[in-house]
């Protein structure tokens, strides 16, 4: 017999650390920003949020050397609002975010509230050069001491600038550089590049109206003109305002669409979105259009904008997913709020209108490869899929339009319900049973937008991401954005039909979607 060879330990270890390899590397990256790293209950795990703290609009976005600029309204000593900063985070890919150091901090003119970013790729500043041209942000002072001593003019518009891509900011000496008029709301700056006039071209939001602004080198700037009193939704006071051009889908036609958001004045309460179509001369904007349209039916966005200087002039979209009704008071602990999917904007006719879609980016869309087909014939029971993934990923079918009540829930009976009826042409979230809902009593109210049925093929897209719901219809013909806090994830699908039609759905599928952060 032969004894048995004795392994040195050392080679033992060696050999079980080898075959630990992955998983060790793995655990190292997790390890290095800590093993809880975005794991807390009701945090999103493919959506922006903040490490920590409090996050409201976001900022700045401007694409620049292959890198997606995102900065954000942010306070970093609590999750409420308070002294506003810039914060800051960057993509390749818009899906994968980096978190930066915090760009602007307030100074003696106030705190940093929202603006704008652009690529001054000219120098008309002097901040750069033609070979490393400056990244400029636009934005607003807001200074609390003069608001607190009951002064009116408390808001003015301040730049600052970067020559390494966002990484550290110089605040232009010569701020303000345009003074308050006298007017409490005077706020929210948008800066693009105005092909028409080559010269700068900057929204500004004053109270009820826009004004829009020119200027040859960011520094000094003449008003131009102004739009929207006594025109559009008038609720609240219009903010963060957005202007670019749109092609319309199958039509040689170019028109211009216009942002505004208002708090509070939203279709379902507290803070929405408008949006204008209508007509830019380089220095006017015009709208013949008497209603008021919503960029988006759900609670749960605003203050959204568009990317300046993206690489193929696609119109990228991203708001903020939460509502001043409630943003302050939502049931997370250490950060608050998160930002909705990136989204692509067009313009098509729906049901003879020309109207604005918004898809969310086609990067994190899979192909539709599903051959999965239901049908649900009058008077049969609801067809019931379970799904542990379920509350983080993308659920998606095509339907033959008839009314449909999809029923998320959980093993705590807590049910989101989304409602689609045919007849009345409306969609319907009701969240009132779906978890925490008792911080603040509106957040319990029934949401209501309209949907456009279409004869044959209809679609159905939706985004569940730990605490939100992003459903896009048609191809994002009517979009619906909102949050819930459940206290267990939802792993139970109930679709049925709530009338006596046959309901077919056709390519379904639960794909699940990884964390961005782990
Ligand atoms: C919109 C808004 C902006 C303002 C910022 C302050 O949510 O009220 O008008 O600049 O938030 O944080």
């Not at 050999?15 to 999103?44: D, M």
């Not at 209603?291 to 759900?298: F, K, M, N, S």
């Not at 980016?361 to 087909?373: D, F, G, K, M, T």
């Amino acid at each position: 017999m032969f004894p048995a060879p004795k392994i040195p330990f050392l080679i033992i270890v060696l050999i079980v650390l080898a075959a630990c390899k992955n998983s060790s590397t793995q655990e190292a990256q997790i390890n290095k920003k800590g093993l809880n790293y975005y794991t807390e209950a009701h945090r999103p795990q493919y959506h922006f949020s903040p490490e920590t703290a409090w996050m409201n609009d976001p900022n700045g976005l401007v694409y620049h050397q292959g890198v997606y600029h995102l900065f954000y309204q942010y306070y970093p000593s609590d999750i409420v609002w308070g002294p506003m900063h810039w914060g800051h985070a960057t993509s390749t890919d818009m899906i994968h975010w980096e978190h930066k150091p915090i760009a602007l901090f307030p100074d003696k003119h106030g705190y940093i509230f929202s603006g704008s970013a652009v690529v001054d790729y000219k120098n008309t500043s002097g901040f750069g050069t033609l070979k490393n041209p400056a990244l400029v942000a636009i934005f607003t002072y807001h200074l609390m001491e003069g608001e607190k001593a009951g002064r009116t003019d408390y808001q003015t518009q301040g730049i600052a600038y970067s020559l390494d891509n966002g990484d550290s900011w110089s605040v232009y000496q010569g701020n303000p550089v345009i003074g308050n008029p006298g007017m409490r709301d005077f706020r929210d700056p948008k800066v693009f590049w105005n092909e028409q006039t080559e010269a700068w071209t900057m929204l500004l939001v004053a109270g009820d109206h826009l004004q829009i602004w020119a200027s040859d080198n960011l520094k000094d700037w003449q008003q131009q003109s102004e739009f929207g009193k006594g025109q559009g939704a008038h609720g609240g006071v219009w903010e963060c305002p957005d202007l670019f051009p749109l092609s319309l889908a199958g039509a040689d036609a170019q028109k211009w669409v216009l942002f505004i958001s208002i708090n509070p004045g939203a279709p379902n309460g507290g803070s929405g979105t408008q949006y204008f179509i209508g007509d830019f001369d380089g220095k006017t904007f015009t709208s013949d259009q008497t209603e008021a349209l919503w960029v988006d039916g759900g609670t749960d966005n605003y203050a959204g904008v568009t990317y300046n200087d993206t690489p193929d002039n696609s119109r990228l979209f991203i708001g903020w997913m939460s509502n001043w009704n409630y943003a302050q008071l939502t049931p997370t602990q250490a950060w608050r709020s998160a930002m909705t999917l990136p989204r692509t904007l067009h313009l098509e006719t729906v049901g003879g209108s020309v109207r604005l879609v918004s898809k969310p980016l086609a990067v994190i869309n899979p192909a539709n490869n599903s051959s999965v087909r239901y049908e649900i014939a009058a008077g049969s029971a609801p067809l019931l899929v379970t799904s542990d993934a379920l509350n983080q990923s993308q659920i998606r079918f095509n339907w033959n339009g008839a009314s449909v009540n999809l029923d998320f829930s959980n093993e705590k009976g807590q049910v989101l319900r989304l409602k689609l009826d045919a007849t009345f042409k409306t969609m319907t979230l009701d969240r009132s049973n779906s978890g925490f809902v008792d911080f603040e009593e509106r957040f319990k109210n029934e949401q209501q937008m309209d949907w456009n049925p279409l004869e044959g093929e209809n679609n159905l897209n939706i985004y569940m991401d730990a605490s939100s719901i992003e459903v896009f219809v048609n191809g994002g013909q009517s979009v619906l954005t909102a949050q819930f806090f459940n206290l267990k994830p939802f792993t139970h699908l109930e679709i049925s039909q709530p009338l006596e039609e046959l309901l077919v759905l056709e390519h379904f599928e639960i794909r699940p979607l990884e964390s961005i952060w782990r």
